[in-house]
């Protein structure tokens, strides 16, 4: 109920003590004894399989006409020298990665022998890493 008091509207106490909303209390619970749901592992499992292959750019490189790439120019996640780029087809894919960011798929091609870059009006400066992850998957 509101009333008048000249022009100021003032709320009657009252009112909001008789109306008030009250929350119901919270109850903690333990969530150790809440059974979590069964685990349904698939007759076939899928294993990914993931390499990466890595390459700090030593002098600058021009992109104006494209650029290959060797392979012996990359080592492993291990540090070891590369000879060859593994290549999951067709159930894998690959992503190229130019200081830690990821390149659109139609600007680069990979061999196992090769990353051939695209023609392109720019330039990879000496110190840039270049990352290739080639991802597969397998079935169990």
């Not at 509207?9 to 069964?38: E, H, T, V």
């Not at 750019?57 to 012996?72: A, F, K, M, Q």
């Not at 830690?100 to 695209?118: D, I, R």
Request: charged share 10%; proline share 9%.
């Amino acid at each position: 109920m509101i009333k008048k008091l000249g022009s100021q509207n003032l709320i009657d106490n009252s009112y909001c003590a008789i109306n008030r909303f009250f929350w119901p209390p919270i109850k903690a619970i333990d969530i150790c004894s809440i059974q979590p749901p069964p685990v349904i592992i698939a007759e076939g499992a899928i294993i990914p399989i993931i390499n990466r292959y890595f390459y700090i750019v030593t002098e600058n490189i021009d992109l104006t006409n494209g650029v290959t790439l060797p392979t012996h120019l990359f080592s492993d996640d291990n540090g070891n020298p590369v000879t060859e780029f593994t290549l999951f087809n067709p159930n894998g894919y690959v992503n190229l990665y130019i200081n830690a960011v990821m390149q659109e798929g139609g600007t680069y091609q990979v061999t196992p022998n090769s990353l051939t870059l695209n023609p392109f009006n720019a330039t990879i400066f000496a110190g840039t890493p270049i990352i290739i992850e080639s991802l597969g998957f397998q079935q169990r």
